[in-house]
């Protein structure tokens, strides 16, 4: 999920880490040098520090909905609002995330997750009749990558390092505080006390002996590992997985565990609440209540949303030739009990796309770190980039398709100006005409594609990268 992020692999990217890295601490070293410390961006909407965009994009609408209360039109103004830094946001919002993990622990959950690994299409457990994974019938590395992360899938198996989030630690008034794993909570540090391996969480090497006396301009972070995150063999409800889960959480969809998963969500208070999560604000369920009522609008959108990628394709035409890793097919019940119904996977197939395309008008930086493409691919014209998604969308005749749903949808919910949406990752979209006036005014990669997409976004995962409305 954070950032549907494996998805061109990483053979495209993990030859070029070290250089990025590399040259990252040249230019912050010869910045320092002359001008000190970079200045840090600040935000009116929550920014993300973990794979929580789930649950963020909750937060910042949540958020939306206030500051648009301070004015009687409603109408969003950010003189009066509190802009805080990346960090500043991490140590607010971090405990929900936590909360949000322990709450998927209840006994039918857990029942429900151990079941999905026998019975659920899970990654990379995925073979076709001659018993080859699916992922390896491709000798493009590319489409490799889109198979692997684009595949309707439940459960994915990861790496035990992407098993780990980040802790913050923060200054208060002074005081310095980090978030202690044993008691849940954060606990103060005394200033100039030294930080060695094996003290509670783990630290990156290049502070294994560091003095809070002497902290950088930006705050470190800690990386832990929470066993919450893994159900199995570090298998876990990512990208279409989270889907789901936040789909039963709404209440669509049958399973045992949605009824405890609401009321945990209630009682620990995150984002997911059902006192405030409703389906009527996800535009993904609005979408597919559309299809439901549309057949004619459904197969014209079936028939233009895979016009780069094939996640639709993937989910209506492969899985049911697929097996799993003892070589059953995946029957049309598990499919319903694991997978979205088809109108909310149609959905989340089109938002996923219009998600990217957005990406791609705000900055070609921002869509080559959401795809893991290394940024060469901004300027060479032949490979498959951000250049080539956008010219695909109108050729195909896949924005048109869109601008008629948008129009359907605006007309259907005229009182609706604000919506979130899941489609592997989360934001907030919103209609409103002088939040799309905001956002165009500043300088984007490209104007008109962000015009004719008709929205403005709220996302909190690249906001360094973009030049958003929302950021000073």
Partial sequence: MQAISSMLTHTCTTPFSWLGSALDQVVHAVWKRFWGDPPSFQYAFSQQSNADCHLQSWTNFYRLQELRDRSPTRKLSLEAADFKTHRQWFAETFLHFQKWLESRNGPQMQEYMREALQQAPCAPELFNSAGVRYVDESWNPLERGERASLSPVFLQQIPDKDLSYTLPIFEKEGRWFCFDQDTRQYEPIQEGANFSKGQRASLPPDFDSLKLVKLPGKTPFIQAIDPALAVGERFVPRHLGTYKLLLLNLGIGQAPAALETQTAMRKADTPWNPARCKKEHLIEHALATLFQQDPVLKEKVQKHVDFFFRTWGRYKSDLPRLRNGQGHSFTQEAIDRYLPDEEHMLAYCL???????????????????????????????????????RKAAYQTGFMEVWREVAARIQAKFPERQDWVSFAGHGMVLSFDPDLIQQQNERPITDPTLAQNLGFAGIDSLHGKAMNVFYRR
């Fill in 351 to 389: 938002m996923q796309n219009v998600q990217f395309l957005w990406f791609s008008a705000i900055s070609s930086t921002a869509f080559c770190r959401h795809m893991a493409l290394p940024k060469i691919t901004t300027w060479i014209p032949f490979v498959p980039g951000p250049s080539q998604y």
